[in-house]
């Protein structure tokens, strides 16, 4: 038997279609009209056009909204990690708060009940002074040998650790500078092709 590849997943636009509900969420209640291709940044105060504390108060109520607990599963994920298979081990490492951990652990127990290993909230996403851990560091301490991320930042960050990355590509992770051992990928059937 070969060694045990150790893959470490982000959860939201690799796993989930959360961008796709945040933006309904988004639409309903403020009234406005973007698509996937207006989120051209992660950094919502820009698109949103709003101060740091509504961006932030915001992704609360998005949190706490019937469009959240309704995101489905990314396009191509469920059939992908079936594919894939066991012989494996599966990481969620999310840049989510540790108090969206019920609500959470409900989409990812929907949808990918028995292979994930474990899941980690590094709360990155919200800044919790203090409480916020590092992506890389998680993926350095479990022994994670690839990370899939849509996020430019975290990707850069765990291949500065030495880890490869899969970058799926998005509107808000587009750059002319990528490090060597990140590569973009287009759907999940790609991914699955790099990984088996
Ligand atoms: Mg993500």
Not at 165 to 172: A, E, H, R
């Amino acid at each position: 038997m070969g060694e045990i590849l150790k893959i470490g997943l982000d959860l939201d636009d690799v796993l989930l279609a959360t961008n796709d509900a945040m933006l309904k969420w988004h639409n309903r209640v403020y009234g406005t009209s973007y698509a996937r291709k207006d989120i051209v940044t992660w950094e919502l105060t820009k698109v949103w056009n709003c101060t740091f504390d509504e961006m932030l108060s915001r992704i609360h109520e998005f949190y706490a909204s019937p469009e959240h607990d309704e995101t489905l599963a990314f396009k191509g994920a469920i059939e992908g990690i079936e594919t894939l298979g066991e012989g494996k081990e599966y990481h969620i490492i999310t840049s989510r708060p540790g108090e969206m951990h019920g609500k959470t652990m409900a989409l990812i127990q929907k949808y990918f009940p028995p292979l994930v290993e474990s899941v980690h909230f590094t709360s990155q996403v919200t800044e919790e002074a203090g409480r916020s851990r590092k992506k890389e560091h998680v993926c350095l301490e479990l022994g994670i040998q690839v990370f899939v991320e849509d996020n430019l930042d975290y990707a850069r960050n765990v291949a500065g650790v030495e880890i490869p990355v899969l970058l799926f590509d998005t509107p808000w992770n587009q750059t002319e500078d990528l490090p060597s051992n990140v590569t973009r990928v287009y759907s999940w059937e790609e991914i699955v092709e790099k990984l088996i």
